[in-house]
């Protein structure tokens, strides 16, 4: 019998869950989803392959779960970076930063674009795991709209549009020129939606 981590039997499944999405991350930061096996998954996260099988029945089904998991932790975060923070604009800059501060290994892995190598009906479950985020960004520039913030304009190509910008842009690590990467982003969209809001002076 395998040797059991953690406190309980749950812990222990939670744990070997974390382990394989921890080397999958990894993995993907390498190389392309379509060159790892599941194989490649146990060996990295240093568990056996039967305890892979115990989990997702294959490779699609664990990058399911990965990204699940990832899109749930990043909306609880962007929540709370937007608790009090009340005028639209300001909600918008802070939804920009925190997209720059998300690495999405699923938009930034090397190899083919992930919409071209998974099955159809795993492309739609992503797309569903995409629309928890967008539904915050809607309520956002939707809020804007009402109260005149924003001039009034079909909501759903806006929505598409800036996470369309945002999503898999590639930030510096350089902080002064992070920060002027992420400045111009904001002003950028910021004037898409129509605010005429100046930029932020820098400090």
């Given amino acids: 019998m395998p040797k059991i981590i953690g406190k309980s039997l749950h812990e222990h499944r939670q744990m070997t869950?974390?382990?394989l999405f921890t080397a999958l991350s990894t993995l993907m930061a390498e190389r392309g989803f379509d060159t790892i096996t599941l194989a490649d998954i146990a060996a990295a996260a240093g568990v056996g392959r039967t305890?892979?099988?115990n989990h997702f029945h294959d490779k699609e089904s664990l990058l399911l779960g990965f990204i699940t998991h990832e899109t749930e932790q990043y909306a609880h975060t962007l929540e709370r970076a937007l608790d009090?923070?009340?005028h639209p604009v300001e909600q918008l800059r802070?939804?920009?930063?925190q997209q720059a501060q998300l690495t999405r290994v699923f938009h930034l892995a090397p190899g083919p674009e992930l919409r071209s190598v998974l099955s159809r009906a795993t492309q739609a479950r992503l797309r569903e795991h995409a629309e928890i985020v967008e539904s915050i960004l809607r309520r956002i520039i939707s809020q804007g709209i009402e109260t005149g913030v924003f001039p009034p304009q079909d909501l759903e190509p806006t929505v598409h549009l800036v996470?369309?910008?945002l999503s898999g842009r590639l930030i510096p690590d350089e902080p002064m020129?992070?920060?002027r990467t992420v400045r111009a982003t904001e002003?950028?969209?910021l004037r898409a939606v129509g605010t005429r809001v100046p930029?932020?002076?820098p400090a």
């Avoid at 802070?94 to 930063?97: A, E, G, V």
Wanted: with cysteine; charged share 30%; aromatic share 12%.
């Fill in 163 to 165: 996470n369309a910008c």
């Fill in 199 to 201: 930029d932020r002076v």
């Fill in 17 to 19: 869950r974390q382990k």
């Fill in 51 to 53: 305890a892979v099988y």
């Fill in 84 to 86: 009090g923070v009340e």
């Fill in 94 to 97: 802070t939804y920009i930063r």
């Fill in 187 to 189: 002003t950028f969209v």
């Fill in 177 to 179: 020129a992070r920060e």
